[in-house]
């Protein structure tokens, strides 16, 4: 009996051991097949090249320079051939760090790495050529071709095209091209179309031995590249204004009425190409330390109020309550009282009786007060949301903001206090809580012109397709009946005797506009005789604005512009409005109205 269980015993030992091999060398056989193949073949990724930008009409905005980045082989833990490797860097390329070299390449250097580390990552093509064959030919260093993101233009559109720059973690996490590439858009169009930009990896399947050699190319798919982008913009007109605005801050937009962008600057601007390849800690300080504010995108990330060009979109929620008609009258004599307080008037003198025409043409504050107060701010602050405040206009840059067109609700959910009369009145001449971006007004003007609210675009065509307008129906049937009693006040803006910058328009083109002045501090009401603007500190005075569109009977054109600290709109923002439509003109823009 013993030595039966001894038998079944030693049977079961050797049922074991047959079963273990046959599933190690059959059934596991696919497993490790796989693993072997992993150490002879190694998949090494193709770098595409960013596509380009460009203007409407071909011109260069964002290119590539080509050139090289220097690897050294992994493993150089003898510090006298690591030196003595860096040692023949620099001996051709003086102005390369030591210190900095030996940083980076010890960063990423580790017995698990068996790439080579790069060291430099650009040399100009130009720059290399005498040491190319020389550095090549040393088995510790590599050499390989890369591209360098150049910005021809300098300033000139540089909120609008924005800049790369190195990737961080977050964004290699998110984004597999930027984490190979090492740069990302980081602002502007860079930014919004970054993944069309940067393309799509190629790669190599390549068969090596143990010692990582290359011993032949199994498969190569080339990578997905050269994604050019033209944008709708000129050239030519955006340098233009860019030198109207010489000494100024501000925002100029030129957009057609059907949402696409001609030029558009927030000034001042700065030079994107000190951000390729990473910005000094003192020329960052005094960017972000400029009162102008140089790198904010002004466009649609500065928040300013509105001012009396909101007046036309008011004038219609004032029509469309049928509470008031375009004949209503108020009698303007400087002022209205509302329980202790009083609500100036620009003109101290008062306008006499005024209705919507006049009231746009003068811009009567005391009549949109009057008006207020009887349609009240809820149905105020709806339909000039539906006019595209207080939301994102849709326009191709990141990170639009929304601005603030306030009610009773806001207040309660921001502050939690109730809403007051008084407030209603200077939210009515776009005072008080009202915030927006010049974007927004550049689109609104858009709508009084042509009665659809258009989606701003950058955009003009990529590789295989145009970019086609886009139009939403916000007015009520009420509203655009009435359009024409706003777009006749707006005429006589620019062009009566009385008109608030007729006296500041001189172009060879019939234009229709708005002023506004936009306080950026409080006026007490018990000061009898108000300060005048120049008489400001510059950094206190009211921001001047003047929105347009042209042809009056034909719109086709909107130009928006706002002077920072300027004042009144008409003067100071008037003639900058009159040179942009003759350089349209000179541009050939209104050839078909005769006009060259």
């Known amino acids: 009996m013993r030595s039966k269980l001894l038998f079944a015993f030693f049977f079961l030992i050797w049922i074991l051991l047959l079963s273990r091999v046959y599933y190690i060398s059959i059934k596991s056989n696919d497993y490790y097949e796989a693993l072997a193949k992993q150490n002879m073949i190694k998949k090494e990724w193709i770098v595409p090249i960013r596509g380009e930008i ?102 000139v559109a540089s909120h609008v095209i924005g800049y790369v720059s190195r990737t961080n973690k977050k964004e290699a996490q998110k984004d597999p091209v930027a984490k190979i590439t090492g740069i990302i858009g980081k602002s502007g169009i860079e930014r919004y179309y970054n993944r069309y930009l940067e393309g799509e990896f190629g790669y190599k399947l ?9 011993i032949d190319v199994l498969e190569q798919v080339p990578p997905k590249q050269n994604h050019h982008l033209y944008l709708t913009l000129d050239l030519r007109l955006q340098r233009f204004i860019q030198d109207l605005f010489k000494d100024k801050a501000g925002v100029a937009i030129v957009m057609k009425t059907n949402g696409e962008i001609l030029a558009a600057g927030s000034f001042p601007e700065y030079d ?14 005094e960017l972000i330390s400029d009162l102008d504010h140089p790198f904010t995108n002004k466009l649609v990330n500065g928040l300013y109020p509105p001012g009396s060009t909101i007046k036309m979109g ?87 903001f929304i601005g603030v067109i306030p009610d009773k609700e806001w207040k309660m959910q921001k502050y939690g206090q109730p809403w007051y009369q008084g407030e209603t009145v200077v939210s009515a001449i776009g005072q008080g809580y009202d915030l927006v971006t010049p974007m927004q007004i550049a689109r609104y003007t858009a709508l009084l012109a042509k009665g659809k609210l258009p989606t701003p675009h950058l955009a003009k065509s990529f590789i295989d397709k145009d970019v ?24 006589e803006v620019c062009n009566h005797p009385k008109g608030t910058a007729s006296r500041h328009i001189d172009t060879k083109i019939k234009i229709a506009g708005k002023t506004g002045t936009a306080q950026i501090i409080g006026i007490p009401q018990n000061e009898k005789k108000r ?8 950094y206190t005075r009211s921001h001047a604005w003047l929105t347009t569109y042209a042809p009056y009977n034909h719109p086709k054109f909107v130009v928006t512009v706002l002077v920072e600290h300027g004042g009144h709109g008409g003067s100071a923002a008037g003639p900058i409005v009159s040179k942009i439509y003759d350089k349209l003109i000179e541009l050939g823009y209104f050839k078909e109205y005769g006009l060259k």
């Open 468 to 491: 086609g307008a886009k139009f939403e129906d916000v007015l009520s049937p009420v509203q655009k009946r009435m359009l024409p009693f706003v777009r006749r006040g707006m005429y």
């Open 54 to 155: 460009f203007d409407r009409n071909g011109i260069p905005l964002a290119v590539n320079n080509v050139g090289f980045k220097i690897k050294l082989a992994p493993g150089l833990k003898n510090k006298k051939e690591l030196g003595q490797t860096i040692d023949m860097l620099i001996k051709d390329f003086a102005d390369l760090n030591a210190t900095k070299l030996r940083r980076r390449y010890l960063k990423k250097d580790s017995v698990y790495n068996h790439h080579y580390i790069e060291v430099v990552p650009f040399v100009g093509y130009e720059r290399m050529l005498p040491f190319y064959t020389r550095l090549s030919l040393s088995p510790l260093v590599k050499i390989e071709p890369t591209f360098k993101r150049f910005y021809p233009n300098k300033s």
């Open 314 to 400: 008011v004038g219609l929620a004032f029509l469309d309550s049928r509470k008031l008609s375009p004949y209503t009258p108020f009698y303007c004599n400087g002022a209205i009282k509302l329980g202790k307080r009083r609500f100036r008037c620009w003109k101290a003198s008062g306008h006499g009786e005024v209705r919507l025409i006049k009231a746009i043409r003068e811009s009567c504050d005391v009549y949109f007060y009057e008006g207020s107060l009887r349609v009240g701010i809820d149905k105020i602050a709806r339909d000039l949301r539906k006019m595209g405040f207080s939301q994102k206009s849709g326009i191709d840059l990141p990170n639009e």
């Open 531 to 538: 300060m005048k603007e120049e008489e400001l500190k510059y």
């Open 206 to 214: 390549l068969k090596v031995t143990a010692f990582n050699k290359v």
């Open 272 to 285: 994107p190409n000190m951000f390729v390849s990473g910005i000094s800690r003192q020329k960052w300080r």
